[in-house]
């Protein structure tokens, strides 16, 4: 038996008997080596060994049979229990040090799960308070990542349960990004939202969440938003959070309400209407919800008239005086009379020409015989197609009737519209004249007055009479028509004046100075609104004209243009504000100021038809639109924060669709947060729901490099995302020789085509503009059945800030559209603009335009001035062949003339060539003649290998040789082919002739 087998014998042994007797055989067995070998190999194994007796013994016993003498078993005996006995000693420490380390660990647990139950307590009945019994917790117990996951998810099974409760599959639960920034209610908190990411969710949701779970007073919250719309979104959808009967009343009064008002009544007034009306009713308590100017009208509560200009308002208030301030210049002295006509003349003459052919310059009576004289236009400034339109127009103006658009500060007696549009027979029809009454009168909306100045002619008769029993099925309108007979005896007057004054009209002739005051303002000019927009920069950054005065000192000029500009701005500044004050006016500019000085004096009472409240009551201020922030909105945030030292702010914005700054805004409020409102927490939502990825990557390509990314939501489906070039665009035969195209550019074929195949899709287009073109959006819904026209609209890309559509068509992605730099600029470089500053927003602005897509974006620019934006951009390029002309157009094919192969130069299409050019087109570069033809029935000749029969007039036909005629389709597919090989002979099919 070898050494191994009295190892592994003597490792099994249980009593020192047994051990003994394998030791006394071992060494009568094994060689002195061996044994040797043996007795080591059991020392080393002692040494592991935890049972200190069991190896004192087996010590013992192995020393008695050590072949090396007693002191060598004495002195290993020694140096083996030295060693275990320190080994046990350190081994018991380590284990009453685990012990310990585990009592410990179990107590930390305890307590730390002890706290987590407290958290979970505070988070159900004080949620407010949780961030401070955070502070107060022994450090390194509870992280704060622990911390804050623990409320995300709280807030997570809080909204689940409520959206449950309202019943209604649409409530989407927040993301947990959004999630995390509703957990921020104390301090200062800055959201990052980029487009699509829910910002006005995640600020309704948040406030929900205020008020229901953390039982905030609605007195306590105010959450203001940059336009009127907005503030009534976030309302609305509150309302629906807040009651599940809410929505459904808001709509059913929203209804009601548009069938009551008044024609020209903001639609937005009457929704808003509803919503308070609804929440009152139903006991619903809504916080403050309103815009920045809203609160500044309702702490100041001006008597004075508020001027604005904005174009969805249809008003130009503050323009039309800055204009009157110009005009009256002109004519007060010859000094400034040269003075602004040498400036104009030099940058804006267009303005400097329509003063001269209008006579705006003039004196009173100049102008009124010259605007009496005109036979095309009324006075009130209507195109006029005959003399009779024109006296019924002027007529309506002379006693006191306004156009609403026009003609700012002067009271109506009425309104009446000239061409207001109608439908009848499902197309457009425009009636000459349509009063409109302040409010319904009897069930009428108001009087429409058509002008039958052709009677007689059996067309014109017909189509009277039409328009005549659609006026007698309509009860909603009184009709009136008058007759040349009317016009000559000039008994329309009394005719208008009995209906006027029926329906208590006021109809009495205004004197010639009233006239005079209402005509004499020009159409808005470019400089007025250079100089609009410059005195409105100078609002907005509160410069007294004496600052301004300072300002234009220190700056350094490019040009005498732009010296003689700055010098007229600053003078028409001074007296611009000098006219407010003496006419009892005020702009939206002067009431923030006016509000944030109201404040500061301790004057913290606001009041609206909504609800009265105190800005001291506020604990919570939530900002919309937060990247538009500006100097004076700071002023009056400023003001409210020292009257409400405890005020939490809470604001959202997207730094990449900071596109305003035009109208006053600064990004340095986003960008430096910390330096203008203290210590803050910062969330960033990324996630885009409302775009395609394809899109989603398309905007991020645009704004790289200039912070966090966009992230698209995953659904598989990348989107199409195309760059549409004109220089690469083909129109086909049949597009080129539409009537429907005679009047369109080659862009209009490229739109119409993306148009039809969106349609075709069931999906709605806008068409987007960097610029407004009134007269587009008719141009190309005129193209399409009246059916699909509501699918397809237009905006420019400023006004579809906040909007999406499935489909968004980009029209002019152009060097000289973005960035679209106005030669105007340079005037606002003494007020901080630059080229730098210019082309960054305008690069936002672009960004907010391809954002605006949910499922297809096609940019359309040109190779040969494309905007550099596009330069790296994942577009890919259109591929036209998936997108056919619509069924609109007319078919047609294309003939082709040319030679036979070696033809000579007597024959051919060189002997013929006089009469081809007379009616076909020359293809130099592939050298044949051409012309488009009417499918209609070529195509039937053609399958029948026979030439169409519109040809058999062609004298050209008898007398070609040696040619060749080809018929293409739009695909440019050939369709058929002849040849004549001799003059006079007929045409065969071409493989006849071979």
């Known amino acids: 038996m070898g050494v191994e087998h009295y190892v592994s014998d003597i490792k099994e042994c249980e009593d020192m008997e047994t051990v003994r007797a394998l030791l006394i055989r071992g060494k009568r067995e094994l060689t002195v080596p061996d044994f040797l070998k043996l007795i080591d190999t059991i020392f080393h194994w002692m040494t592991t060994k935890q049972n200190q007796p069991l190896v004192e013994n087996m010590l013992l016993v192995l020393a008695e049979f050590h072949p090396l003498g007693k002191n060598v078993r004495r002195n290993e005996i020694n140096r083996i229990r030295k060693y275990r006995s320190e080994e046990w000693t350190l081994a018991e420490k380590e284990r009453l040090a685990r012990e310990e380390s585990e009592r410990r660990r179990k107590e930390a647990e305890a307590r730390k799960q002890a706290m987590l139950v407290e ?69 200062h908190a800055q959201v990052i939202a980029r487009a699509g990411s829910g910002k006005t969710a995640t600020l309704v949701n948040r406030a929900f969440f205020l008020l229901r779970h953390c039982h905030v007073d609605p007195d306590h919250i105010m959450m203001l938003a940059f336009n009127r719309k907005a503030a009534t979104e976030i309302a609305r959808r509150l309302c629906g959070l807040l009651h599940q009967d809410a929505e459904g009343k808001i709509s059913r009064t929203f209804e009601k309400g548009k069938q009551t008002a008044s024609p020209v009544k903001n639609k937005r007034e009457i929704e808003e209407a509803a919503i308070y009306e609804v929440a009152k009713n139903l006991e619903i308590g809504l916080p403050h919800v309103m815009t920045f100017h809203a609160l500044a009208y309702a702490v100041v509560l001006p008597r004075e008239e508020i001027l604005y200009d904005e174009e969805k308002a249809n008003s130009s208030k503050q323009s039309r005086v800055l204009q009157t301030l110009i005009d009256e210049t002109l004519r007060r002295s010859r000094d400034d009379y040269q003075r602004i006509k040498c400036l104009m003349l030099a940058h804006f003459r267009e303005d400097w020409e329509h003063i001269l052919d209008g006579h705006y310059a003039d004196s009173q009576e100049e102008l009124l015989r010259y605007r009496r004289n005109l036979s095309s236009l009324s006075l009130g400034g209507d195109p006029v197609k005959s003399g009779g339109e024109k006296r019924i127009a002027d ?23 000239h061409e207001y549009p109608f439908e009848m027979d499902g197309r457009p029809y425009r009636p000459d004249f ?8 009897e069930k009428k909306t108001g009087i429409v007055i058509e002008y039958f100045g052709m009677a007689g002619d059996p067309d014109y008769d017909a189509d009277a009479e039409k328009k005549r029993e659609y006026w007698r099925n309509r009860k909603d309108y009184i009709f009136i028509e008058l007759s040349r007979k009317d016009i000559a005896s000039g008994g329309f007057r009394e005719k208008l004046k009995d209906v006027l004054r029926k329906y208590h009209l006021p109809c009495e002739r205004l004197g010639e100075e009233e006239i005079w005051e209402r005509i004499k303002d020009r159409a808005i000019g470019r400089y007025t609104r250079a100089t609009v927009n410059f005195i409105g920069r100078c609002r907005q950054q509160a410069l007294s004209p004496d600052e301004l005065k300072e300002k234009i000192q220190a700056h350094h000029v490019l040009s005498d243009v732009e010296a003689q500009f700055l010098e007229l701005a600053r003078e028409f500044y001074a007296a611009y504000l000098e006219r407010l004050q003496r006419d009892g006016q005020e702009d939206f500019c002067g009431l923030m100021l006016r509000a944030a000085e109201n404040v500061n004096g301790g004057n913290t009472r606001f009041r609206r038809r909504a609800r009265d409240g105190d800005l001291k009551d506020l604990r919570y201020l939530c900002i919309d639109e937060f990247q538009d922030f500006s100097e004076l909105f ?25 596109i305003n700054g035009f109208a006053g805004s600064d990004l340095r409020f986003f960008r430096e947060f910390r330096q203008y409102f203290g210590d803050f927490q910062r969330f960033a939502l990324t996630v885009n729901y409302r775009s395609a990825s394809g899109i989603v990557e398309t905007g991020n390509a645009l704004m790289i490099g200039q ?57 709605p287009v806008v068409l987007l503009n960097r610029t407004n073109r009134d007269d587009y959006l008719e141009r190309v819904r005129d193209l399409f059945p009246e059916n699909q026209r509501k699918w397809i609209s237009f905006s420019t890309a400023h006004g579809y800030k906040g909007l999406e559509k499935p489909v968004v068509i980009i029209l002019d992605a152009l060097a000289r559209r973005y960035p679209l730099i106005h030669p105007d600029w340079v005037f606002m470089r003494v007020l901080g603009d630059s080229l730098e500053k210019i082309d960054a927003e305008e690069r936002r602005l672009f960004y907010v335009a391809l954002t605006r897509a949910r499922e297809r974006l096609f940019v359309l620019t040109d190779k040969s001035q494309r905007s550099h934006f596009l330069e ?29 192969v070696n033809t000579p130069r007597d024959s051919g299409t060189y002997a013929i060539h006089a ?27 053609l399958t029948e290998r026979r030439l169409p029969d519109f040809l058999q007039d ?8 040696h040619v060749e005629i080809r018929f293409l389709d739009d695909e440019k597919q050939v369709l058929a082919r002849f040849q004549i090989d001799e003059a006079g002979s007929v045409p065969v099919p071409y493989d006849q002739g071979q």
């Not at 804050?148 to 309202?166: C, Y």
């Open 119 to 187: 958290i979970d307590r505070i988070l159900e009945h004080d949620f407010l308070s949780a961030d401070g019994f955070f502070r107060t917790l022994p450090p390194g117990v509870i992280s704060g990542e622990e911390f804050q996951s623990r409320k995300v998810e709280f807030i997570r099974h809080w909204f689940a349960d409520q959206f449950a409760g309202l019943g209604d599959g649409k409530k989407v639960l927040p993301d947990s990004g959004q999630l995390a920034t509703i957990t921020a209610v104390n301090g």
């Open 395 to 417: 007529f309506l103006f002379e006693h006191g009737g306004l156009h609403p658009k026009g003609h700012e500060g002067h009271t109506a007696a009425f309104t009446y519209r």
């Open 434 to 441: 349509t009063v409109f009454f302040p409010k319904k009168q």
């Open 634 to 658: 700071y002023r009056l945030f400023t003001a409210i924060r020292k009257q409400a030292p405890n005020l939490a702010l809470f604001c959202v914005g997207d730094d990449w669709q900071a």
């Open 707 to 763: 912070g966090k990314e966009a992230s698209a939501c995953d659904t598989g489906d990348p989107g199409i995302a195309r760059l549409a070039d004109a220089r690469d665009f083909d129109p086909c035969f049949s597009e080129r020789e539409s009537d429907c195209y005679k009047k369109y550019d080659r862009q209009t074929m490229m739109v119409t085509r993306i148009v039809h195949k969106a349609l075709q899709d069931k999906l």
């Open 872 to 900: 790296k951009l994942p577009l890919q390029a259109i591929n036209w062949e998936e997108y056919p002309p619509p069924e609109i157009i007319e078919r047609h094919v294309q003939m082709q003339v040319k030679n036979l």
């Open 915 to 941: 009469s081809l050019k007379t009616d076909y087109n020359w293809d130099g570069q592939n050298r044949f003649w051409w012309r488009n033809f009417p499918s209609g029935n070529c195509l039937q000749a």
């Open 954 to 961: 062609e004298t050209w036909l008898r007398q070609a040789a």
